[in-house]
């Protein structure tokens, strides 16, 4: 009987009959250290007991290989050898229905974070400083290789939006790990790595050599998975998966963070064939450039963004406004609305005769862009829909997507001032319409996008968002919730 063998920059497994044996080279590649018999006799025992967790029938234990003068020379993890034709990975790749075994899965990895044990040790490794931490080590082993075959224009602006991303969002992160979102996970959730099973799936292979890389997100563990069924084709099984983790754990993330992690998990798999180029793999460096073109393309399309949608009364702002956080999932917020509700009315009060003071009006708007503050902090992209007629409150706005790090787009409603007459005459007047005079600077808004809503409402809609989620940024999945607008 002969055995196959099957090699990664880690480890060798030699495939005999009914079983698999994994042994640990013996290497320190920075991240982890088996250069060591000690240390890789404690990493076969650590994995056996870890992924025992999910896989328990599949991890037998740890076999110790001896010399011919007795000594223990090596260890091996015993496994009961899975049949490859199930194979996550291998299904996908023949196009065999999967979607039962996907949501399996999703459930399979949602209980684990349900059981696992929380506590200070692991919520700190959640934190934002720990995400820039292994974020910036990725950056600098992936620089420091000779030939890393990733274009450094491309490794720049995934650090730039990256960087950019962790530091407008540090109060999101302090949320997840107060609610106790931060797990002891699995932290290498791959397709090559789970088996289809008629009787469930089993999930092998966990991250066992740094715990620290174990304690993450349970939104960060999911998207592993996620980014890998993209990477092999199948973005519509990647957006189940999400959707499917999601209502098994409970999590309503922002859609923000789920591509942030993502681009972390394409960005590790960039690393490992870095590694394995450097190690003498040609084929790993063509499997790193689109590896980095995709963490690329999540960082841009989950860049939390700020949209202002103004102009005149009877101008379109709220129909445009409300279609634009419906289509993207974004966070609606209404001035008329938080207007009505300082003023102790109810929010869909009308006008009442005579006009706000200016006191009154700033007021107003300070609450609008406090609010969006802390949503632009919580990861959460926002549409403002007020007159946005003085320049004082534009500049205010721009403020704040400056110190939220966030991306500022301005869209200015314009239409025939009969047609908006028509809109008025056609509705009550609001109280935002009774409450502002929109004075002439807002047609000098510098930087807006004009958009005419005296056209077809689906016109108007596609070129608004071509401004604010242009084509190049669409991904192939679209994880979004509906969009909110607070009561």
């Not at 959730?189 to 715990?211: S, V």
């Not at 320049?391 to 400056?402: E, I, L, N, P, S």
């Not at 005459?425 to 002439?440: G, I």
Request: proline residues 5%; aromatic residues 6%; negative net charge.
């Amino acid at each position: 009987m002969f055995a196959t063998t099957k090699e990664t920059h880690a480890a060798v497994v030699f495939l005999l009959g009914e079983h698999a044996y994994k042994l640990k080279k013996p290497v320190n590649l920075g991240f982890l250290d088996f250069s060591t018999l000690r240390a890789r006799q404690a990493a076969c025992r650590q994995e056996v007991e870890l992924n025992r967790r999910l896989a328990p029938d599949v991890y037998e234990g740890v076999a110790d290989v001896t010399g011919p003068d007795g000594e223990v020379c090596e260890h091996l993890v015993v496994m009961r050898r899975m049949p490859d034709e199930r194979r996550l990975a291998t299904m996908v790749r023949e196009g065999r229905p999967v979607d039962e075994h996907v949501r399996a899965i999703a459930r399979q990895l949602a209980g684990l974070h349900a059981k696992a044990p929380h506590g200070p040790q692991i919520g700190q490794e959640g934190g934002s400083q720990a995400l820039r931490t292994r974020w910036t080590a990725g950056f600098e082993q992936v620089r420091s290789l000779p030939d890393a075959t990733i274009e450094p224009r491309t490794l720049d602006e995934i650090e730039h939006l990256t960087l950019r991303f962790l530091a407008g969002r540090e109060s999101l992160f302090e949320a997840r790990i107060a609610e106790r979102r931060i797990v002891d996970g699995h932290g290498d959730l791959l397709a090559e790595d789970i088996f289809c099973l008629d009787n469930g799936p089993r999930i092998l292979d966990c991250l066992e050599f740094d715990e620290r890389l174990r304690f993450l997100d349970g939104l960060d563990d999911a998207a592993f998975l996620a980014m890998d069924l993209e990477r092999l084709g199948a973005p519509r099984l990647a957006e189940l998966f999400l959707r499917r983790y999601v209502e098994f754990s409970g999590d309503p993330a922002p859609t923000a963070l789920w591509h942030h992690y993502v681009a972390y998990r394409a960005f590790v798999r960039v690393k490992v064939a870095c590694l394995r180029h450097w190690q003498g793999d040609v084929d790993a460096g063509w499997e790193a450039r689109p590896l980095a073109e995709l963490a690329l393309h999540h960082l841009r399309a989950g860049a939390v963004t700020l949209v202002l949608v103004g102009g005149p009364p009877g101008g379109g702002k709220s129909t445009l406004g409300g279609a634009l956080a419906d289509r993207l999932g974004y966070t609606l917020l209404r001035y008329d609305r938080i207007r009505a509700e300082l003023a102790g009315l109810d929010r869909n009060a009308h006008a009442q005769s005579g006009t706000s003071s200016s006191e009154d009006i700033a007021r107003a708007y300070v609450e609008l862009l406090s609010r969006a503050e802390r949503l632009l902090g919580q990861g959460e992209s926002v549409v403002l829909d007020a007159s946005w007629g003085n320049a004082r409150y534009r500049a205010m706005a721009a403020d704040v997507a400056d110190q939220t790090l966030s991306n500022l787009v301005a869209l200015r409603c314009a239409v025939m001032p009969q047609i908006a007459a028509a809109r008025l005459t056609a509705r009550e007047r609001t109280l935002s319409d009774a409450d502002e005079t929109v004075d002439d600077a807002t047609a000098l808004w510098a930087g807006a996008l004009e958009i005419d809503t005296g056209t077809l409402p689906e016109q108007a809609l596609a070129r608004a968002l071509a401004a604010v989620h242009p084509p190049e940024l669409d991904v192939s999945w679209h994880f979004q919730r509906p969009r909110m607008e607070p009561d």
